[in-house]
């Protein structure tokens, strides 16, 4: 999450604006936006981890709704409490202090509450599928067995050390114009998986993209919305296959 590209096309923030058709509940001491059905109706949920710009994003929002029209109930939790970037451009806003207070090892201490809640009230399979800051946490999920699968979208950085620890099947899709997560280092994660996990990995280069384009697309823009929802089709197929087969 250190690259100039983590911070580029931000989205219309509007807090408290309610978008979506879920609704914002408690869940593991966080504000959590829900959408979908939970158990009884469906026993498989998926952990939706936002990039910097956080859970109220109208983009990441829309999509955690198309998730849930899946058949999943879907969790976004307010990781930075009340404090995603907004405004870059405001002379008082401080990057490497915000990182340390919002960094992605107490995200993914958050998660596993999140995860925790979610088992107590019945859910019987999770997935994780995180974006930049969110990818980091959801890598590290994956090196537990919290979770069925995890999705990694164009994320922040990730070291070898962090692939190594992989358990779960685990998809990485990264742009074709990224320079926080390059596809040459993608590739080579990829083949550090599929030594391990066989088929029960994927690493998908996305042509003539550039980091964060699953969430903050230009929606007047074709090609923009067209390369966007392939990637959110890949990464709900995966879903499906490894958690909804867990249910």
Known sequence: MSGSQCFENPPKLSPGSGCG???VQQLGGLNTYVAGSGPPD???AILLISDVFGYEAPLFRKLADKVAGAGFLVVAPDFFYGDPIVDLNNPQFDRAA???IHNTDKGYV???SVIAALKSKGVSAIGAAGFCWGGVVAAKLA???DIQA???LHPGPITVDDINEIKVPVA???AEIDHVSPPEDLKRFGEILSAKLKNDCL???YSRVSHGWTVRYNVEDEFAVKSAEEAHEDMINWLTKYVKGDE
């Open 21 to 23: 058709a879920g609704t």
């Open 42 to 44: 469906s026993k498989s």
């Open 98 to 100: 915000w990182r340390k």
């Open 110 to 112: 958050d998660a596993k």
């Open 143 to 145: 090196s537990s067995q």
């Open 150 to 152: 995890a999705v990694v």
């Open 172 to 174: 990485i899709l990264g």
């Open 203 to 205: 690493v998908k280069i």
